[in-house]
Every structure is written in C-alpha cells, then in structure tokens.
C-alpha cells in the first residue's frame, strides 16, 4: 500500500511548533532528553514523545561524542526506517527529520527536524551550543544532508489524528 506525502494534520503541526518553540534554546546535554539539556538524538526524542509517537532512544552503543566523529546508532536509524517514509529532498515538509553525514567519511553523525522546506531552515543542536536554527543552504551545510524522513508519513499517524486532544497536554495551558 502507498503513502501519500500529506502534511501533518493541522491539529498536530500546531502542536509540533510549540514543543519545536518550546526546545529552541535548550542548552546541548550529552545524552539529554528534555528541558535542562539535549544532542541532537534527544531533541528527536524529545519531539517525538511530546507528540505522543512511540520512540525510546537506544542506550546501547550511544555516541560518545557526536562532535569529534562519534555516529549516530544504527538502532535509531533502524527505528526511522521502520516507522517514517524515506523521501526526496524536494517533497520536504515541516516536522519532517533531516540526517547528517561527514562528507569525506561518509559516517552519519547529526540529526535536525526540517521548520521551513522552502527555506531550507532546520532546527538542532550542535556540541557545546543550545538548540538553534539554520538553513541548508548555508555553506556549512552544503553536501552534509544524507537523508530525510517524514514524520507526516507515520504509519499510525491516522490513529494519533482521533486523539489530538490528549497530545501533549502540557502544551495547551
């Protein structure tokens, strides 16, 4: 069965801009998954649980040091293959979650979440710094984005849809 590319229900992308805002800042914690701290792979699962899509982050053979080279665990790369659609670059859409890699090495080493496909602006968070926004075309950027997975694409994202009221309620005080 095919999946079209929709984007996520206005319900959802509402909330997901919030827990996004909300993360915008937070200060890089090896490790971290909330508020007081996260990598790159946090800020994933953070968004992730907030929204209330079954996603636990591997402990076993986490990245020591995403900074000088670590990778990213191919037990999270595994769980967006399962769960998330592969898509091309150009069918990007908000939410949707951006791989790195090393272009010389080729070894995939950060994640971001896509804000503003027309843009090309992103949301992560880098070694010693706070969660922050940059865009693909910036220089640095150029020829580092190895994958792109979409979130609107969630296999059991029809299932959430029923129960946007329960999603992180914290979000709608």
Request: net charge positive; glycine share 10%.
């Amino acid at each position: 069965m095919s999946e079209t590319p929709l984007p996520l229900p206005f319900s959802h992308h509402r909330i997901a801009e919030q827990i996004l805002a909300r993360l915008l800042g937070v200060p890089y914690k090896h490790q971290g998954r909330g508020l007081d701290g996260v990598d790159c792979l946090g800020q994933d699962y953070y968004f992730l649980k907030t929204l209330g899509l079954p996603y636990e982050l591997p402990t076993e053979n986490y990245p020591q040091d995403f900074g000088n080279g670590g990778g990213i665990t191919f037990g999270y790369l595994n769980f967006l293959m399962r769960h998330f659609t592969l898509i091309p670059e150009r069918c990007a859409q908000f939410g949707d979650f951006l791989i790195f890699r090393r272009p010389h090495t080729g070894s995939v080493t950060h994640t971001g979440i896509m804000l503003d496909p027309a843009k090309g602006t992103f949301q992560h968070v880098l070694r010693d710094r706070m969660v922050m926004t940059n865009s693909l075309q910036e220089r640095f950027w150029h020829g580092k984005l190895y994958e792109l997975y979409g979130i609107a694409r969630y296999r059991r994202f029809d299932l959430l849809h029923h129960k946007a009221d329960l999603i992180a309620p914290e979000l709608k005080r």
